[in-house]
C-alpha cells in the first residue's frame, strides 16, 4: 500500500530526511517514532503531497510520487488526498463549523455527496467515535479529546485506503489518549492502512503491529516488545 | 457666480462651520484700516483669469487680474495700500462677517439675498448672462429649451435666474465641464456669465452662443454691516475712478470694456436704479417641500453608496486574491491597482472618469459616480480582505488541502467564511467612509444629500437649518447601520467565542 524509496529532503543544509526507505502492507499499522524534531512529521507530510521532497521517490495507494511532485497534477493531488486521510497534530477544526459539518464538509464539496446523505455519514463516523451527541457542537465547545476524535472522523469521511496521523494524541491526558487510540483501531480494523507517528514509545507498541524508528534522518525498524522479551 | 472646482463637501462644512462660529464684526473697518496704512481684500486665486490669479510670468506668482488693478486704485484713493487675503470663493460672505478681512472683491453679484446679508457698494463691473447651445441646435432662447436640462455653476446669479424661470438646473464646479457636456449632448444649454462664456464656452467650436444676454448683472464689493462709512468712502472713490476713466483703462488693459460697461456708467450718471433686476428665487423658509428633497437626496446617497460597495466588495475580494496568489502578473497587477486608487484622490478619480474619458465612453452622471467610488473603495477593500485572509491560520487552509479540497473550495467553505468575520468591522467602516465620500459626486452632477444641502442653502440664506437637516440624515443612514454591523458581528462570532454576544 506504501513504498517509499531512498527519500531526501533538505531544508536549506540541513537534511532533514537521507534516504528513508520503507514497505507497508495494505491493513497495516504502523507507528513511527523518534525524538521530536526528527523529522516524523515532515516524512508523513510528504506522503500526501502537504510538502515536496528533494530525492528518492514513493508510492501511497497507486499514487507515484516524485522529488517535488512534478509528476503529479493538481487533479492527481486532490484524488490523492481523496485516497489518503491526514489528521494534524493541531487537529486544525474549521471554527465556524460544526463537528457534523466539519466531518461532512469533504464528502460533499470533493465527492458530491448529497448533503442528507453526507450528514447521516457523518453521524455514523462521529458515532464510532463515540460523539454523536456532539454531532452539533462547535469546535470550540469541544474538549480536547472531543476535537481530536473529530479531527480522526473527518480524516476517516472519505473512506480512504490511508490514514496518516499525526500525534493522534500528544495534547491528551494518558485516560483520554488511550480511548482515542482505541478508537483509532476500532474505526479502522484492518480495512484501513493507518501509518501513525508519535513520541511515545508505549503508544506505538500498544497499536502498531511494528514500529519504525526515525534517527539521523532514516527509519530503522524496532523490534516488537515481545520479540525482546 | 463661482468660477472654479469646488470641493462641495469640505467647503460646504467649512461655510457651516463658519456660520456657527461667526463672531461679531469689528466696529469701524475704515479707520482701523486707515491706522493700518492697509485694506485687506478677500478674494479666491483659484477664481482665476480675468479676476484674481496669480501670474504665470512671475517666478513669485504675484497676482494680478482686473480685480487686483481696481483695488489698488481703490485704495490708493483712500490714502491706503491694498493687501488681498486669499479666501474660498463659497465662503467668502461667511469669512466677511467673520472679520478675515476688510472687503470681499471677487465677482460677488448683487442679488436680493446677498444684499440681506451684508452690505454692497455700488457696481464696479456690468456683466450678462450668455446661454449656449450645442453648435447647430436652433433653440436659442430659454424659452426654446423649457423643460432642457441647463447647466450652470452653482450658487450662481444663473443658477437663481433659471429656478426663477422654472429650470431645475444642472449644476457645475468647474467652468469648462458644463461646455463639454453641453458638447457631448449630456444637457442641451448652459446659462454664464459672458466673462466665463466668452473664455471658456464661446471659443470652443462645438458651441454657439446666443448674441443677447438673457440677463444682466453687477459685480460690487461687499461690505460687512455697520460699516457704512466704509461703503460710502468706497463709493466716493469709484465715482472718482469711473469718472476719471482709470476704470475703463483698467478694464479695457484686460479686454473686458464693452458695451455693457457703457451702459453702467450711463445709467450711473443719470441715477438710475443702481440695483439690476432681482433675478428671481428670493429667500424663503424651510419647507414641506425642503423636507421631501432632502429625503429623496438621501436615497439618492444610499442607492449610491449601496450600489457602488456591492461593487467595491467583490472587486476589492478579487484584488486581494490576485494579490496573494502565486501568479506573477496578477500580483503585479492588483498592487499597482491598489496603490494608484488609494494614492490618488477619488475627486480626481471622477473628473478623470466622467469628463477625462467622455471622449471614448460616455457614462451618465449616476453611472459614473457609482463606479468611480466602487473602483476606489476597491482598492481599501481589496487591503482589508488581504490583512483578513491573512489573519485566517495557516493551518486552516492546510487541513481543508489535506481534505482534497481545491484552492477555490478552500477559499470558498474555509477561508473566507472566516476572514469575513475579521474583516466585518472594518467593512462597516468603510461602508459608513463611502456613504460620507458619496457627497463628492456632486462636481458630476449627480445631485444627492450634500448637494441638495448647499442649494437650500442658498435659498434660505443660512446653512444652519439645512445643515443640521443633513447631517441629521447621513447620521440617520450611518448609526443604524453600525448597530445593524455589531448585532451581524456579534451572531457570527457566536460560534467562535460563546461570550461575545
Not at chain 2, 419647507?287 to 432632502?294: G, K, M, N, Q, V
Amino acid at each position: 500500500m506504501i513504498s517509499i524509496r531512498k527519500l531526501g529532503k533538505r531544508r536549506g543544509d540541513v537534511r532533514t530526511l537521507s534516504g528513508v526507505s520503507a514497505e507497508i502492507g495494505a491493513g497495516e499499522v504502523v507507528a513511527i517514532v523518534g525524538e521530536s524534531g526528527c523529522g516524523k512529521t515532515t516524512l508523513l507530510r510528504c506522503l500526501n503531497g502537504l510538502e515536496t521532497f528533494d530525492e528518492g521517490a514513493a508510492t501511497i495507494a497507486g499514487f507515484e510520487l516524485d522529488p517535488g511532485l512534478r509528476s503529479l497534477s493538481e487533479p492527481d493531488l486532490i484524488r490523492l488526498r481523496g485516497a489518503v486521510g491526514f489528521a494534524f497534530q493541531e487537529h486544525h477544526l474549521f471554527p465556524h463549523l460544526t463537528a457534523e459539518e466539519n466531518v461532512s464538509l469533504s464528502p460533499r464539496v470533493v465527492k458530491h455527496v448529497p448533503a442528507r446523505e453526507a450528514r447521516e455519514r457523518a453521524q455514523e463516523l462521529l458515532r464510532a467515535v463515540g460523539l454523536a451527541e456532539r454531532a452539533g457542537a462547535y469546535p470550540h465547545q469541544l474538549s480536547g479529546g472531543q476535537r481530536q476524535r473529530v479531527a480522526l472522523a473527518r480524516a476517516l469521511a472519505q473512506d480512504p485506503k490511508v490514514l496518516l496521523l499525526d500525534e493522534p494524541t500528544s495534547a491528551l491526558d494518558p485516560e483520554t489518549a488511550e480511548g482515542v487510540a482505541r478508537t483509532i483501531l476500532d474505526v479502522t480494523a484492518g480495512r484501513v492502512t493507518v501509518v501513525l507517528v508519535t513520541h511515545q514509545i508505549s503508544l506505538a507498541h500498544r497499536m502498531a503491529g511494528r514500529v519504525l524508528r526515525l534517527e539521523g534522518g532514516a527509519l530503522a525498524e524496532l523490534p516488537t516488545p515481545t520479540d525482546t522479551r | 457666480m463661482s468660477r472654479k472646482v469646488r470641493v462641495v463637501k469640505l467647503r460646504a462644512l467649512a461655510a457651516f462651520t463658519v456660520a456657527c462660529v461667526a463672531g461679531p464684526a469689528r466696529a469701524d473697518t475704515l479707520s482701523a484700516a486707515r491706522a493700518r496704512g492697509e485694506l485687506v481684500f478677500g478674494a479666491d486665486a483659484q477664481g482665476g483669469e480675468p479676476f484674481v490669479f496669480e501670474d504665470p510670468n512671475d517666478p513669485r506668482r504675484k497676482l494680478i487680474g482686473f480685480e487686483v488693478d481696481i483695488a489698488d486704485a481703490l485704495a490708493a484713493d483712500v490714502g491706503v495700500r491694498a493687501r488681498f487675503s486669499q479666501a474660498d470663493w463659497s465662503t467668502l460672505v461667511p469669512s466677511l462677517e467673520r472679520g478675515d478681512f476688510d472687503v470681499a472683491m471677487n465677482g460677488l453679484e448683487d442679488t436680493p439675498s446677498r444684499r440681506a446679508r451684508i452690505l454692497l457698494t455700488l457696481p464696479y463691473f456690468s456683466f450678462g448672462e450668455t446661454l449656449a447651445v450645442k453648435r447647430g441646435d436652433g433653440r436659442k432662447s430659454l424659452d426654446a429649451l423649457a423643460g432642457g436640462r441647463i447647466g450652470t455653476l452653482n450658487q450662481s446669479f444663473a443658477d437663481d435666474l433659471l429656478r426663477g424661470r422654472g429650470f431645475e438646473p444642472v449644476l457645475y464646479e468647474g467652468v469648462s465641464e458644463p461646455y463639454a457636456d453641453l458638447a457631448l449632448g449630456r444637457i442641451s444649454g448652459v446659462l454664464l456669465d459672458h466673462v466665463i462664456a466668452d473664455r471658456y464656452g464661446c471659443v470652443r467650436p462645438d458651441v454657439d452662443c446666443v448674441r443677447d444676454d438673457v440677463a444682466r448683472g453687477t459685480y460690487a464689493i461687499g461690505v460687512r454691516h455697520g460699516d457704512e462709512a466704509l461703503v460710502a468712502r468706497l463709493n466716493e472713490a469709484l465715482g472718482r475712478l469711473r469718472r476719471s476713466g482709470t476704470l475703463e483703462r483698467i478694464l479695457e488693459k484686460w479686454k473686458l470694456w464693452d458695451f455693457r460697461q457703457v451702459e453702467l456708467s450711463h445709467r450711473l450718471e443719470t441715477g438710475a436704479a443702481t440695483a439690476p433686476p432681482p433675478p428671481s428665487a428670493v429667500s424663503r423658509a424651510w419647507s414641506f417641500a425642503d423636507t421631501r428633497l432632502f429625503l429623496a437626496g438621501a436615497l439618492v446617497t444610499l442607492a449610491l453608496s449601496t450600489a457602488a460597495f456591492a461593487l467595491a466588495l467583490p472587486l476589492g475580494l478579487g484584488l486581494a486574491l490576485c494579490r496573494l496568489g502565486r501568479r506573477g502578473p496578477l500580483r503585479a497587477f492588483a498592487v499597482t491597482y491598489i496603490e494608484l486608487f488609494r494614492g490618488t484622490p477619488l475627486l480626481l478619480q471622477l473628473y478623470v472618469l466622467y469628463f477625462g474619458l467622455a471622449p471614448v465612453f460616455r457614462l451618465p452622471p449616476w453611472a459614473a459616480a457609482v463606479l468611480a467610488l466602487a473602483m476606489n473603495y476597491g482598492a481599501y477593500e481589496a487591503e482589508i480582505h488581504r490583512g483578513a485572509l491573512l489573519a485566517v491560520p495557516s493551518g486552516q487552509g492546510e487541513a481543508a488541502r489535506a481534505l482534497g479540497l481545491t484552492r477555490f473550495q478552500a477559499l470558498r467553505h474555509v477561508l473566507l467564511p472566516q476572514s469575513f468575520r475579521i474583516a466585518l468591522p472594518s467593512m462597516t467602516n468603510d461602508f459608513v467612509a463611502l456613504l460620507k465620500d458619496s457627497s463628492l459626486v456632486s462636481v458630476i452632477t449627480v445631485v444627492e444629500l450634500t448637494k441638495r444641502m448647499t442649494i437650500a442653502a442658498v435659498d434660505l440664506r443660512g446653512w444652519l437649518v439645512p445643515g443640521l437637516a443633513c447631517a441629521a440624515l447621513y447620521f440617520a443612514m450611518s448609526y443604524p447601520l453600525s448597530r445593524l454591523a455589531a448585532r451581524l458581528e456579534g451572531a457570527l462570532r457566536r460560534d467562535q467565542h460563546p461570550e461575545a454576544r
